[in-house]
């Protein structure tokens, strides 16, 4: 498949295989979920359709890319996707969803709130909802795709504010993950190191999104050659599901209605 930046892990580009595994898994951790009828909310190029769409009786995505919901429509033409930039979610009825499915979505939203009360509007009573985010506690530098990123704690407090069930756990990574990790941790240091009016942080974020994407394709590409193995070898089963949302790598918020 087709990928436009860094923030969009492909499946096919060997360097972004930790992150695409890492994409996966939230899809993996959903799957005892999912029941009735199943909404997701930015489906990208459809990484989990395959993984939960037989699990429900009925699926809708939505997706703000043209491009990508004409591409979803041709590859599974029985399956309703719809080209639609959210909050709000117009054409979705109140009480309507069963399940609701949105991973790494929230922090590219504006109106968080919103987002988080039209979840509630359109999910069913006793409606569950399982959305991912990545933790800024181990976010390595700033991502200027991202309106804004969170700890455990301030999405929790937002997110009690329209439910009134809300359960917070986290995605970790074994021991393999987390050796790349900290590799990706050392080699972006030995980048930022140079930024020292620390203009990541100051300046406009569209002006940082091109050299971002050209630096971060950069050290992945080299994190692959200095260790193909690592890179390669890592797999969604790799990823875990962990009670302390404060040491993972992604937020694991499980929504109640």
């Known amino acids: 498949m087709a990928t436009y930046t860094t923030e969009i892990a492909s499946d096919s580009i ?79 009825e ?43 506690k181990k976010t390595l530098t700033r991502n200027p795709w991202h309106v804004r990123e969170y700890t455990a704690d301030e999405l929790t407090t937002l997110a009690t504010k329209y439910f009134d069930k809300v359960e917070m756990k986290g995605v970790g990574g074994n021991e393999k993950v987390m050796t790349y990790y900290e590799q990706n941790k050392k080699s972006v240091q030995r980048i930022t190191r140079f930024d020292i009016f620390n203009l990541q942080y100051n300046l406009p974020a569209p002006l940082l999104r091109i050299p971002y994407d050209i630096l971060n394709r950069v050290n992945r590409n080299k994190l692959n050659t200095a260790n193909t193995g690592l890179v390669s070898e890592i797999g969604h089963e790799d990823y875990l599901l962990v009670d302390n949302a404060d040491t993972a790598l992604d937020l694991f918020l499980i929504l109640e209605k």
């Open 14 to 92: 060997p360097s972004d295989n930790p992150i695409h595994q890492r994409l996966l898994r939230a899809y993996y951790l959903a799957k005892p979920y999912i029941k009735g009828s199943l909404l997701e909310l930015g489906c990208g190029e459809g990484r989990g359709v395959e993984l939960l769409a037989p699990l429900a009786n009925n699926y809708i995505a939505l997706d703000k890319i043209q491009s990508v919901i004409d591409a979803l429509k041709i590859k599974h033409p029985n399956l309703d996707f719809q080209q639609a930039v959210f909050p709000p979610f117009t054409k979705l």
């Open 94 to 136: 109140d009480n309507s969803f069963d399940t609701i499915v949105s991973f790494q979505v929230i922090e590219h939203v504006k109106a968080d709130g919103e987002f988080l009360a039209e979840i509630h509007r359109v999910l069913k009573p006793g409606g569950k909802a399982i959305l991912t985010t990545p933790n800024i």
